[in-house]
């Protein structure tokens, strides 16, 4: 065929044939060079294994150790055994000193790329470790004279003496240590310092180095905490010599709450007493019902608008029904506004609040048994209330009338009894506190009022700035904080229900939908439950009237400028506003004895998220425990009891 040339494969073949040989060598030279590369590269990998594999596992196996010891230490102090603590400090000390012997035998990997990072992470962890380990030295150090007086294990300073003498002592003595919180903040800060240079995103979360990422972000994140909460409660452990008495008495008005009546700071304010401190010494002065103190201001002002709305038969505002701000400083600054007016009024330092949880909680620890103006004490069952025996004498002691009592014996004894009971009880519980060898109670005693503190059970309003810093840092003082995120704290006041509170069961549900574009709409449902049949409430007959028909006054706090969508189980309008930085959505609803109640509401918040949700929900004082469950498009994310204020994170 013409314009096709022929083509002869076997002339092809040999004309090409040079050409594919020079192909040939050079994919041999090249796969030599790959070889001899491959070869160098093995080699140079087993040179420096051979280096790094053994100082390597010799630092993982010291870190490994100093961790263990570690364990052992913080075993030691929470078993409250100082001179033991101590002991393994030093254990501890030398441990990390082999540790970063060990870690410096591999300095070379400064020299590295990429593994120079990861070895000046190991650098500054160990630093922090060493600043960690001088501010629990300084700490262990400083409370160590006052072991006994702690009730802690270890040799105190002040063993001789009798208890009182003891607390007075170490109360003059305090000067002197509590400069020491200085260096342990430096120290703290020196921690911070090396372990903010760490950066957990360094660790990817693959191959098992998700959990080495989570665990430097969280020890980031406490060291962040502890070094703001030691800074911030620094100058009121300067100043505790001062508010102990020490050179001069203070005085502190205390309030007793009665939480079985709740009320916006945790309940009812039924007595009072004035506490003298001298040098430690605790002494009460006075004590009285709040009806007598009330009685002593003339003049009083209209009662605000809840009370008049939803209170039955008030119409002036008393200091009883005063608490009506959540937040504990704001009440008790109207408090103060009254108390100025009575003619009872006594100048005192600051005002400590406490409820009925810390008498029970008090008492059990006291061998479950403490006598007072002839009454037994307990917190066992009483059958008559399925509750704490206490508790029922309590409420026996301040609800009976008067006119009840006047059938066994006089108005003077009456009056001399409601006057006192609650000073006769307070004592009687602080001195068969005092009276027994420190190891038995102070211990238990000491670490039972941080948790009564941290479940705000008890709360501090002091008129000395810095100490009243150092309290609210201690979240001690009961306030409505600012948060970045979502919030939610669920107030309520029993106006006029008896003591119903004492048997009504509460369950919360938060439910979080997200729409594409991120916002958010949440609902709250509140069920309630009262599982107990209704008192006798014929208090001329004898009766005690605890359980009755709860009036519930329900203010719901959310982040500011969210909007209410819709709500179900207010017995009248809800209204919204704003207070203390939140919104604030309103109500009110009733629930009966042996029966139930469900309260919701919806609302938009008024930021958009995608990914995680910081949320802080502030518990009210003086609920115990209520249930609360988490959702995320209607399925169970978390559930728990409210003991506490509490902050998380939510994956929406």
Same mark, same amino acid.
């Given at each position: 065929?013409?314009?096709?040339?022929?083509?002869?494969?076997?002339?092809?073949? %040999?004309?090409?044939?040079?050409?594919?040989?020079?192909?040939?060598?050079?994919?041999?030279?090249?796969?030599?060079?790959?070889?001899?590369?491959?070869?160098?590269?093995?080699?140079?990998?087993?040179?420096?294994?051979?280096?790094?594999?053994?100082? *390597?596992?010799?630092?993982?196996?010291?870190?490994?150790?100093?961790?263990?010891?570690?364990?052992?230490?913080?075993?030691?102090?929470?078993?409250?055994?100082?001179?033991?603590?101590?002991?393994?400090?030093?254990?501890?000390?030398?441990?990390?000193?082999?540790?970063?012997?060990?870690?410096?035998?591999?300095?070379?990997?400064?020299?590295?790329?990429?593994?120079?990072?990861?070895?000046?992470?190991?650098?500054?962890?160990?630093?922090?470790?060493?600043?960690?380990?001088?501010?629990?030295?300084?700490?262990?150090?400083?409370?160590?004279?006052?072991?006994?007086?702690?009730?802690?294990?270890?040799?105190?300073?002040?063993?001789?003496?009798?208890?009182?003498?003891?607390?007075?002592?170490?109360?003059?003595?305090?000067?002197?240590?509590?400069?020491?919180?200085?260096?342990?903040?430096?120290?703290?800060?020196?921690?911070?310092?090396?372990?903010?240079?760490?950066?957990?995103?360094?660790?990817?979360?693959?191959?098992?180095?998700?959990?080495?990422?989570?665990?430097?972000?969280?020890?980031?994140?406490?060291?962040?905490?502890?070094?703001?909460?030691?800074?911030?409660?620094?100058?009121?452990?300067?100043?505790?010599?001062?508010?102990?008495?020490?050179?001069?008495?203070?005085?502190?008005?205390?309030?007793?709450?009665?939480?079985?009546?709740?009320?916006?700071?945790?309940?009812?304010?039924?007595?009072?007493?004035?506490?003298?401190?001298?040098?430690?010494?605790?002494?009460?002065?006075?004590?009285?019902?709040?009806?007598?103190?009330?009685?002593?201001?003339?003049?009083?002002?209209?009662?605000?608008?809840?009370?008049?709305?939803?209170?039955?038969?008030?119409?002036?505002?008393?200091?009883?029904?005063?608490?009506?701000?959540?937040?504990?400083?704001?009440?008790?600054?109207?408090?103060?506004?009254?108390?100025?007016?009575?003619?009872?009024?006594?100048?005192?330092?600051?005002?400590?609040?406490?409820?009925?949880?810390?008498?029970?909680?008090?008492?059990?620890?006291?061998?479950?048994?403490?006598?007072?103006?002839?009454?037994?004490?307990?917190?066992?069952?009483?059958?008559?209330?399925?509750?704490?025996?206490?508790?029922?004498?309590?409420?026996? %002691?301040?609800?009976?009338?008067?006119?009840?009592?006047?059938?066994?014996?006089?108005? *003077? *004894?009456?009056?001399?009894?409601?006057?006192?009971?609650?000073?006769?009880?307070?004592?009687?519980?602080?001195?068969?506190?005092?009276?027994?060898?420190?190891?038995?109670?102070?211990?238990? %005693?000491?670490?039972?009022?941080?948790?009564?503190?941290?479940?705000?059970?008890?709360?501090?309003?002091?008129?000395?700035?810095?100490?009243?810093?150092?309290?609210?840092? %201690?979240?001690?003082?009961?306030?409505?904080?600012?948060?970045?995120?979502?919030?939610?704290?669920?107030?309520?006041?029993?106006?006029?229900? *008896?003591?119903?509170?004492?048997?009504?069961?509460?369950?919360?549900?938060?439910?979080?939908?997200?729409?594409?574009?991120?916002?958010?709409?949440?609902?709250?449902?509140?069920?309630?439950?009262?599982?107990?049949?209704?008192?006798?409430?014929?208090?001329?007959?004898?009766?005690?009237?605890?359980?009755?028909?709860?009036?519930?006054?329900?203010?719901?706090?959310?982040?500011?400028?969210?909007?209410?969508?819709?709500?179900?189980?207010?017995?009248?309008?809800?209204?919204?506003?704003?207070?203390?930085?939140?919104?604030?959505?309103?109500?009110?609803?009733?629930?009966?004895?042996?029966?139930?109640?469900?309260?919701?509401?919806?609302?938009?918040?008024?930021?958009?998220?995608?990914?995680?949700?910081?949320?802080?929900?502030?518990?009210?004082?003086?609920?115990?425990?209520?249930?609360?469950?988490?959702?995320?498009?209607?399925?169970?994310?978390?559930?728990?009891?409210?003991?506490?204020?509490?902050?998380?994170?939510?994956?929406?």
């Amino acid at each position: 065929m013409e314009g096709f040339k022929k083509i002869d494969l076997d002339t092809h073949t %040999l004309q090409n044939k040079p050409q594919t040989m020079l192909v040939s060598r050079k994919k041999r030279t090249l796969s030599k060079k790959l070889f001899t590369t491959f070869a160098i590269v093995v080699g140079i990998l087993i040179f420096f294994g051979l280096i790094l594999i053994g100082p *390597a596992q010799k630092t993982y196996s010291d870190a490994k150790k100093t961790f263990a010891q570690v364990k052992v230490t913080v075993d030691a102090l929470k078993k409250q055994n100082i001179a033991l603590a101590s002991s393994e400090l030093n254990k501890t000390k030398d441990s990390l000193v082999q540790t970063q012997k060990s870690l410096d035998s591999m300095g070379y990997l400064k020299f590295v790329p990429i593994a120079n990072l990861y070895y000046g992470d190991a650098q500054h962890l160990t630093k922090a470790g060493f600043y960690g380990l001088d501010a629990a030295r300084v700490l262990i150090d400083s409370i160590a004279p006052y072991a006994d007086v702690l009730g802690l294990k270890g040799q105190g300073s002040f063993v001789g003496g009798t208890a009182s003498q003891r607390i007075e002592t170490a109360v003059t003595t305090m000067g002197k240590i509590t400069p020491h919180i200085d260096d342990i903040v430096k120290h703290m800060e020196g921690a911070k310092k090396e372990i903010d240079l760490v950066d957990p995103n360094r660790y990817p979360s693959i191959l098992g180095l998700g959990k080495i990422k989570k665990g430097l972000s969280q020890t980031r994140e406490l060291v962040d905490q502890g070094v703001t909460f030691v800074s911030d409660a620094r100058p009121l452990i300067k100043i505790l010599p001062n508010l102990l008495g020490d050179p001069k008495e203070k005085k502190y008005l205390v309030l007793f709450q009665n939480d079985k009546e709740l009320r916006p700071t945790g309940g009812f304010i039924t007595a009072y007493a004035i506490f003298r401190i001298d040098k430690g010494v605790i002494h009460v002065d006075r004590s009285d019902d709040i009806y007598n103190l009330d009685n002593g201001i003339f003049g009083k002002p209209t009662a605000p608008a809840p009370i008049l709305k939803y209170l039955p038969k008030v119409s002036t505002f008393n200091l009883r029904d005063s608490n009506l701000s959540p937040d504990f400083i704001e009440s008790m600054k109207t408090f103060n506004s009254l108390y100025a007016k009575s003619s009872s009024k006594v100048d005192v330092d600051g005002i400590i609040a406490l409820d009925t949880n810390v008498l029970v909680s008090t008492i059990k620890i006291l061998d479950d048994e403490v006598y007072a103006g002839g009454v037994r004490f307990t917190s066992k069952e009483d059958p008559r209330c399925d509750c704490p025996q206490v508790i029922y004498e309590l409420e026996r %002691l301040i609800s009976t009338p008067k006119s009840v009592d006047l059938k066994v014996t006089t108005l *003077a *004894a009456v009056q001399a009894q409601r006057k006192d009971f609650i000073g006769v009880l307070l004592y009687a519980v602080m001195e068969k506190a005092l009276k027994s060898s420190p190891k038995l109670y102070w211990g238990p %005693l000491f670490q039972d009022m941080l948790t009564q503190v941290q479940q705000k059970h008890v709360m501090f309003y002091i008129y000395n700035k810095d100490a009243q810093n150092g309290i609210e840092a %201690l979240n001690a003082a009961g306030q409505i904080r600012a948060f970045e995120g979502d919030y939610l704290h669920i107030n309520q006041a029993n106006f006029g229900g *008896a003591k119903s509170n004492l048997f009504v069961q509460e369950a919360v549900t938060q439910n979080y939908e997200v729409a594409g574009d991120g916002a958010i709409t949440k609902k709250i449902t509140i069920n309630y439950k009262n599982p107990h049949a209704p008192s006798d409430c014929n208090l001329e007959r004898g009766n005690l009237c605890i359980n009755a028909i709860l009036r519930d006054w329900i203010r719901v706090y959310v982040p500011k400028g969210s909007k209410l969508v819709d709500s179900k189980g207010s017995e009248v309008k809800m209204i919204s506003y704003d207070e203390l930085g939140k919104t604030v959505f309103e109500g009110f609803l009733t629930v009966r004895p042996k029966g139930s109640a469900t309260f919701s509401l919806s609302y938009t918040l008024p930021f958009k998220v995608k990914g995680s949700l910081p949320l802080l929900i502030q518990k009210q004082p003086g609920t115990d425990g209520n249930d609360y469950t988490l959702e995320v498009r209607g399925a169970k994310v978390d559930s728990f009891k409210l003991l506490t204020d509490k902050e998380m994170k939510i994956k929406l």
